[in-house]
């Protein structure tokens, strides 16, 4: 008993923590998005009701907002954590250069993201001040195709360049952490396939992948978090008007949550309050099947 008191007592601090900064704030926002036009001022609301989920899940821009986030998901994650596994792979592979190659591959992450975005600007986005073309066109002309405009170009370009700046973001972080994973599988199992004379593909599939499963699973699962909270790496690439964006929007969910709050058309707390519990949910569920799926998997 006095054991377990002397526990919750190291515990209390990061429990009032997360209920002062977590747990009463999610609790705040799930009481606004039932109160009808709240009004942050004057504390007052007209109503108590499920409209404001009903007027988010009727928006065009919230719908459009879901498609973005979805495809960045879809697209994003599964592509980050393939590319991310090859390149550990390769470096566990190199023995002498490992430590070069590893700080390389990890420098974009310790950049700051805004910096990383507006290069990525600059390199897609046609310049209207001068003649000169951006890099990405520049290479384009080298196959006898015409300069193309990624940033103010149609949608399908917009979601490319927001797609290839998410994947090389994620991409350090990534390789990190399956790097260490690689470095502490036992070698003592392919010492033991290689006196089998066991090919290289099935060492992988038998020995490699199922001991480095749960590191992946924590990738997919924190990627699928991450890509889900996107909107400071859009607007460094796109701007603030992400509802205007090139041909259509490219604005997100969590940029959809900033515009009801502060943007242009903002000022509906109620509006943000119902949009941001439903990206809740959204994220609960997946991380939940995710979770469920991983576990599944662990005891196969």
Known sequence: MKNNIKGWLYLLPAILFLGVFMVYPLIDVF?????????????????????????????ASFLQ?????????IVTVPLSTGFALLISLALSSVKKLKNLFQTVYFLPYVTNTLAVGLVFMLLFKESDQSQTHSLISTIIGLFGLEPFDFIDGPYWANMFVMCFYTIWVVLPFKILILTSALASVNQDYYRAAKVDGTRPFRIFTR????????????????????????????????????????????????GYVYDMLYGSTGGYPSYASAAAIILFVIVLTITTINLSISRRNAHN
């Not at 109503?47 to 928006?59: E, I, K, P, R």
Request: glycine fraction near 8%; hydrophobic fraction near 45%.
């Open 31 to 59: 009481v606004y998005s039932f109160q009808e036009n709240y009004q942050f001022v004057s504390q007052t609301y007209t109503g108590v009701g499920a409209y404001n989920y009903s007027y988010v899940l009727h928006d």
């Open 65 to 73: 907002a879901v498609k973005n986030t979805f495809i960045l998901v």
């Open 207 to 254: 020995i490699t992948l199922p001991m480095i499963r749960p590191m992946i699973f924590y990738l997919i699962i924190t990627g699928f978090i991450g890509a889900f909270k996107a909107y400071s790496d859009v607007v460094a690439i796109f701007g603030t008007d992400l509802n205007h964006a090139g041909a259509s929007g490219m604005n997100t969910i969590v």
